[in-house]
């Protein structure tokens, strides 16, 4: 099928290269034009596991373009992905000014019936607020599809390879048609593609995000209450899990979540909930204890230094999650511009995120190329992100490079006992 993407970003690079990988001609659009030189080159503008082999196999193959120019992709295209970013507005409702923006110029440049798919994150209601736009610049037919986008950064090309599943929000049977066709390759292991009405298609990706937000924000609460009464989390969330019920995913205390998606989602789903007068309480508490769960490394080192000023705490992981680069509402940021403020020094170590951490942090903080090389002379190592190669360290070196061996564990990815034995004072989350 010939297939246009605009928005080349975590979400649309990923949903390109993927649908070229099964065959299709893709058109990726972007309008930063250093970000398609750069994918013309074969280069990754964002960091995520095996995106630059299908990047660079289906470009050689001639089913992957990049261009800035919408009009030529819309024109040469069936299936028009919309995949532009819906960050929080001010009123912490999602912003669409991309999302109808992108569907203006689609309809300026239709030559012919186009299905139009919303794959950002919107809010209910957003397909035929994007069918009326369309609808007012062209004459020619078309049909809206809603078709939200499940991927994790970090295995989005795994998770777009090998769905849970696809959901299609199509009111057009000519257009579900098409849809379930082009992701047919991606289901032959029996992953449902489940149609439906577009409300409860764009409903269903905030009610997944929001589910899993509650989850962290449940659990972190459960840590707290293990800390005050001495039992330990791990054990709890083990006998959790086991509950079929329940499972074991997700159940992982922390220091909260963070990323380009979980704060704004829970947002925007309270907001447009509230708007027709629904108050969605849970998300209130949610959002709450998240909050409150940033601050928790900070709360464990104020009780552990007298102060914090003129203290050298050396920071590991930056990126809101492992084997991404993104920072955006990552939960480090407000730990690192804490630390500065309370007057101590930061050196900090991420293997992927130094690039993006200097937008936030410029020269306030000391990057290093290498995570033991930010430990020289730390009076303390915060953990705030759960990367692999953190897990095995050379602990041994680590005590000898440290002024005082204090480690604070945001993930718990070390074992309390084992820590105690190694000499090091120890905090973790919930044990
Ligand atoms: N990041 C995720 O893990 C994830 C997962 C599922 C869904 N989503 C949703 O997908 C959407 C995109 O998220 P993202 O993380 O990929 O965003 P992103 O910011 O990484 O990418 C957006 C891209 O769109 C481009 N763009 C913006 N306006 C444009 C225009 N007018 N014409 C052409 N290109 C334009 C930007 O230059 C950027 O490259 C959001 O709605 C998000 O909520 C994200």
Redesign the pocket.
Known sequence: MKVAV???????LVVGACLAESGNDVMC????EA?VRMLRRGKSPIYEPGIEDLLRRNKSEGRLVFTTD?AKAVRQSTIIFI????PQGEDGSADLQ?VM??AR?IAKAMNGYKVIVD????PVGTALKVRDVIRRETTHPFSVVSN??????GA?VDDFMKPDRVVIGAEDPRAAELMVALHKPFTRTGAPIMVMDCASAELSKYAANAMLATKISFMNEIANVCEVYGADVDRVRQAMGADRRIGPAFLFPGVGYGG??FP??VKALMKFSADKKYDFKILKAVEAVNESQKRLLLRKMDGHFSTLKGKTIAVWGLAFKPKTDDMREAPAIPFIKALLEKGATVHVYDPEAMTMAKNFFGTAVTYHKKNYDALKGADGLAVITEWQEFREPDFQRMRKLMKTPVVFDGRNIYQPEQMKELGFVYYSVGR
């Open positions: 605009v928005g080349t970003g975590y979400v649309g659009v972007d309008k930063d970000k919408l995949a532009v970013g819906t991309h923006g992108v110029q794959k950002s994150t919107v939200p986008e499940f991927l994790k950064q989005a380009s998606c704004k989602d």
